[in-house]
């Protein structure tokens, strides 16, 4: 047969071909459920590892503990990173975590914001903290369940101030709940973590609680155990390499120094 013959099919065959290839789905990024307190920075840190050429990382933020209830339950997901140990734990003593992978990823502190227009500190007493609430609430998250909340009232307990507020506060699901209630001004004063305070430009630190009233804030990550996602190991690495901690640190965030947990 001719060579005209066949060049239409071979155009047709490749046409074809290339359209097949334009279909194939993009390689997805491992899925990071992390806590709330990280949006901004994980955002980042996300972005810049897709620089190197890596996929896009699939974010999901909530409550540390909807978290570990979601991987309890048996959610898809390829990295956990919980904004305190207790919400890690259980995942771990169930078998859930890849073994060498759980480390101690970041710290942060506790931080008493009010509206931005509030310029005066408040001192941390009793009747202050009263007096600057007035008729309104004090906006935290579950003091009962989430780490946000529970950090804040043990400070609240240490420093003498939880039975003053006790009844006057608003639990929100998460700490950006929290924030969000003074930004809008339905709540004068809110219980966050510095860094959110750092990530908003409509509310004011007011006061800072001492390091000592409070366990120490630890952001922990590992792999799950249900994981085939092959950028997994690698990202929670990035996140922990001199690259991640320098975008955590700019958005407020401490560096923990330790060995991951075998």
Not at 29 to 35: F, I, T, W
Not at 36 to 49: R, Y
Request: glycine content about 8%; proline content about 8%.
């Amino acid at each position: 047969m001719s060579r005209s013959f066949w060049r239409p099919l071979l155009l047709l065959a490749l046409s074809a071909g290339l359209a097949a290839c334009s279909e194939q789905p993009q390689a997805a990024g491992p899925v990071v459920l992390a806590a709330s307190s990280l949006q901004e920075s994980l955002q980042d840190v996300a972005e810049a590892w897709a620089k190197e050429g890596h996929a896009q990382p699939v974010l999901s933020f909530a409550a540390s503990s909807a978290l570990a209830r979601q991987v309890l339950g048996g959610a898809p997901a390829d990295v956990f990173v919980s904004a305190d140990e207790h919400w890690m734990d259980p995942v771990d003593q169930a078998g859930l975590l890849r073994p060498g992978t759980r480390a101690d990823l970041l710290a942060n502190a506790m931080v008493l914001v009010a509206p931005k227009n509030e310029t005066e500190p408040l001192p941390l007493t009793g009747n202050d903290l009263t007096q600057a609430l007035g008729q309104g609430p004090l906006a935290m998250a579950d003091p009962d369940a989430v780490p946000a909340g529970k950090y804040g009232k043990a400070a609240l307990r240490q420093l003498g101030l939880w039975n003053a507020v006790e009844n006057r506060i608003v639990r929100t699901e998460n700490v950006r709940a929290a924030l969000a209630l003074v930004e809008a001004g339905e709540a004068p004063l809110g219980l966050i973590y510095a860094t959110d305070a750092q990530a908003s430009d409509k509310v004011r630190i007011v006061a800072s609680f001492p390091t000592g009233s409070h366990p120490p804030i630890r952001y922990p990550v590992a792999v799950l155990a249900t994981s085939d996602s092959p950028e997994a190991e690698a990202f929670a690495r990035f996140l922990a390499s001199g690259k991640g901690q320098a975008i955590f640190i700019r958005h407020g965030f401490g560096a923990v120094q330790n060995e991951p947990t075998p």
